[in-house]
């Protein structure tokens, strides 16, 4: 497992690839999400975002698998600023037929990466390099699946404890916006997509909703490949049968469950479309109690390991508090040393 890397168009071009999805509750009466992505990005990356890519976060409010509400995030060209580089950048409100393809919607907010930028209804914006808040081991999880794949169960693989995202930087979009935008109170699925949209027809080359879903549960490029292009009201009966071959399989391994493939099916059942569950304006928490939405500081990882094998399983490491702020964007950003 590299960072973050989980299919061949991500390895061709780090802009398009999705790194993590956060969803979690903001200043009082707003929700924040975020999508990190480019784990090439470094503090003197002058254009971390690709110009021709749509990256969205998209919200079903209704329980029927599509998108109701769409937040919208185009970048435009490289300028100077007075600290160096800033690429251009606007953030569109898209809801109805809009809410599901191109670039439609209204803007809400437009500006330059780096800073935080203020819109209209209390929405703001950064987008920018920052301080990569996730945790984990990820020479472990690589030789955790290579025995898996070789037919063993090493759960010794996660005694090292080596954080390997440490010292890591990537680019982050973080969008705070009015409950109300989303839908006060409403129990959301939601998930995020970078899409290439240029002279050709849009085509999603990234999805992402649960963390590691396609990291540990696909284990097949041309499948994760297949998630990555494909939508929570598409066909995913291949992801599910995948799901639950995976778990059916570390749990026989494992021998913690007396009927793996029965486990497996509710694992499968609890995981639904692969989309992040939320209920808007509560806490978030992504745990062993379960999942509603996934705020900077849940130890996603051990979480999902945990589920995966039937085990309290893991690898000893959250993320670290020193990369997660209180204030907006939440995320610390590089210091140039």
Known sequence: MSHHFDTPT???????NICDFYLFDGAPGTTVMAMTVN?????????????????????????????DVSFKVRFGDVGHTA????????LRLADGADAATGDGGRVVVSGTTGATVHGENGVRIFAGVVNDAFGGDAAAVTAFKDAYLAGTYNPEAFDNHVNFFAGRTVAAIVVEVPNALVGADAMVQAWATVSLHGHAPEQQVARWGLPLFTHLYLNDDDLRESFNRTAPSGDNAPFVAA??????????????????????????DLLGPMTLPYTIGT?????????NGRALADNVMDNVLS???????????????????????????????
């Open 283 to 291: 806490p978030a928490s992504f745990d062993y109690t379960g999942v």
């Open 10 to 16: 991500a390895r061709e071009d780090p802009r398009l």
């Open 243 to 268: 799901t639950i071959d995976t778990v059916t399989r570390y749990v026989t391994l494992a021998g913690t469950a007396p009927d793996p493939a029965a486990y497996a099916r509710r694992v499968a």
């Open 307 to 337: 589920v995966l094998t039937n085990s309290p399983l893991g690898t000893g490491i959250a993320p670290d508090p020193e990369k997660i702020r209180r204030e907006f964007p939440y995320f610390t950003t590089p210091v140039t040393v």
């Open 39 to 67: 784990p090439t990005a470094a503090i003197d990356t002058a254009a971390p975002f690709r110009d021709e890519a749509l990256y969205v976060f998209r919200f079903d409010t209704d329980g029927d698998t599509h998108e």
């Open 83 to 90: 600290d160096g580089h800033a690429q251009t950048f606007e």
